[in-house]
């Protein structure tokens, strides 16, 4: 357990924070949500937060067009059937379904989900009946979901399909939750890479959230490399047409569920992308609270951005006639009054909300209501950013070393562990690790010729001979003082015929694209060095 107190010259009762979302949880509340309140900021942009927000598990958000296998991927990662799960080649999901541990297998419709306060959903009240209907948790005891919880979406539409209205804003929804999860997965069908206007929309909608944002290009194995290379290609432009930032979007490629692959050709490429993409998932607990310090920093700056436009506003319009003539006028010229509290109060053109969004909202604001700048409640905020999340950073460092690694367990990532079947087990370094007979021996007469050949003394050469030897591999000297590092297993700075063999083995090693192990594992250690 640990705390920090926070003094200041006006000698403030100190602030004891047991951890760190008891932190996030009293700095909202007494610093960051007054200048919300103030200033109308949950008309505009979010709903206030709640502690289930602070102290909820990390949430995976999965979306995607009908079909690239979501509901799908998630019974791949739990290895499990989930209540509510429905799959098929139409559109099946009609529904968002959080899927979130629970002792006993069930469902909890979204009127019911909403009112309850141990479940970080109570704000999705505000998007009526006609999302609460299509809103259903479904709890069930897997050891997966003891680290995460994963929201299923509906299939976004295409064609014909989007022009029916679903009844409730579904690109805000999803903006809600791009807010409070941990993780954003968009997944495409190889087959189907066009993007259709409502995943554009939903993609917009998710801006200010790419830190978050992974893809999975999913079904990989029904096609050849040659086309998986063209299709890669082809969705890696149409992101970038969508997706207006300089860095590029990660992208997973392979095939996520436990049937034969249909095209084996790119096994191995499948098998690493997949462990990529369960160690950024496996990572996420490990990640929460510093993910929720980012998103609590990202909001207050928002905020600040929002209380010196609400309050330029109020002080440009009149106390008595010409009010609504006024109002408009403001609204157009919105960008201009951007401008000048940009150059005011020295802030970054990025931490403005989105013009056309701002000017619609004013459009439904009585500005009457506005209040003007309080420098006391910005004041707050500021050394909340200043002083008090820096010494929450340190209490998020201090629960990471003194609580164990954690990772997410269980289903999928079980299977890509350990074993035979782990990722990358009996290729590289690993290669002749179940074998009784040392691996390097295989090759060690080609290698003994090369060893007579530099003039052994006393059956050893020198580092220099060595030298010689081992540059001709091209590799760099760094590399190659690693190699050196290991096969030197007895440290007298000479190599014998078996530490010149296992040389010369891990530079094939590397050679053939693997990496280098930071120790030496036993199965390379020479026979007559074993034991010593």
Not at 171 to 189: G, K, Q, Y
Not at 467 to 488: C, F
Request: some cysteine.
């Amino acid at each position: 357990m640990f705390s920090w107190s926070n003094k200041d010259g006006k000698k403030k009762d100190p602030e004891l924070f047991q951890t760190v979302s008891d932190g996030l949880k009293r700095l909202y509340r007494t610093k960051l949500f007054p200048l919300e309140d103030t200033y109308r900021f949950h008309d505009f942009h979010s709903p206030a937060l709640e502690d289930a927000d602070f102290d909820n598990k990390p949430m995976v958000l999965l979306v995607g067009q009908y079909s690239t296998g979501k509901t799908t991927f998630i019974r791949h990662l739990m290895e499990q059937d989930f209540p509510g799960m429905r799959i098929g080649p139409e559109p099946t999901t009609d529904s968002f379904i959080a899927v979130m541990h629970g002792d006993q297998e069930g469902l909890i419709p979204g009127n019911a989900l909403v009112v309850d306060p141990k479940k970080p959903f109570r704000k999705l009240n505000a998007f009526g009946n006609a999302f609460l209907n299509r809103f259903i948790c479904a709890q069930m005891p897997n050891p997966v979901l003891d680290s995460i919880s994963i929201i299923d979406t509906p299939g976004i539409l295409s064609g014909e399909k989007q022009r029916i209205s679903r009844g409730y804003d579904f690109a805000a929804v999803l903006e809600w939750f791009a807010e409070r999860v941990d993780r954003i997965i968009l997944l495409f069908d190889a087959h189907k890479l066009d993007i259709s206007d409502e995943f554009s929309e939903v993609i917009r909608a998710l801006k200010n959230h790419e830190d978050k944002m992974r893809v999975v290009l999913n079904k990989a194995d029904q096609i050849g490399t040659q086309q998986l290379m063209r299709v890669y290609g082809a969705l890696m432009w149409s992101l970038g047409k969508i997706v207006n930032t300089p860095e590029v979007i990660r992208v997973y490629i392979g095939s996520f569920w436990a049937q034969p692959l249909l095209v084996p050709d790119n096994r191995k490429l499948f098998e690493a992308e997949e462990q990529d993409l369960f160690r950024d998932i496996q990572g996420l607990p490990r990640n929460a609270a510093l993910r929720k310090l980012n998103d609590l920093i990202k909001r207050a700056r928002l905020a600040k951005v929002h209380a010196y436009i609400i309050s330029a506003l109020k002080k440009e319009m009149p106390n008595v006639f010409g009010k609504e003539n006024k109002k408009k006028e403001l609204i157009a010229n919105l960008g201009d009054i951007y401008t000048r509290i940009e150059k005011e109060h020295q802030i970054s053109p990025g931490d403005f909300p989105k013009l056309s969004k701002m000017q619609e909202v004013l459009a439904g604001q009585d500005f009457t209501k506005f209040q003007g700048l309080k420098p006391k409640l910005l004041e707050a905020v500021e050394d909340m950013l200043a002083n008090d999340i820096a010494k929450l950073m340190t209490l998020v460092r201090q629960e990471e070393a003194a609580m164990p690694s954690q990772a997410v367990q269980g289903g999928a990532f079980d299977g890509t562990m350990n074993g035979p079947f782990g990722h990358g087990y009996g290729e590289g370094a690993s290669e002749g690790i179940d074998e009784l007979e040392w691996i390097v021996a295989r090759d060690k007469p080609t290698y003994d010729e090369i060893f007579y050949t530099l003039s052994p003394v006393n059956g050893k050469v020198s580092g220099a001979m060595a030298k010689k030897e081992m540059v001709k591999s091209k590799l760099p000297n760094n590399v190659l003082g690693k190699i050196w590092k290991l096969a030197d297993v007895d440290n007298d700075g000479y190599l014998d015929d078996e530490e010149f063999a296992l040389a010369n083995h891990l530079i094939k090693v590397k050679l053939e694209g693997h990496e280098l192990p930071a120790d030496l594992p036993d199965h390379l250690v020479p026979p007559s060095k074993r034991g010593q």
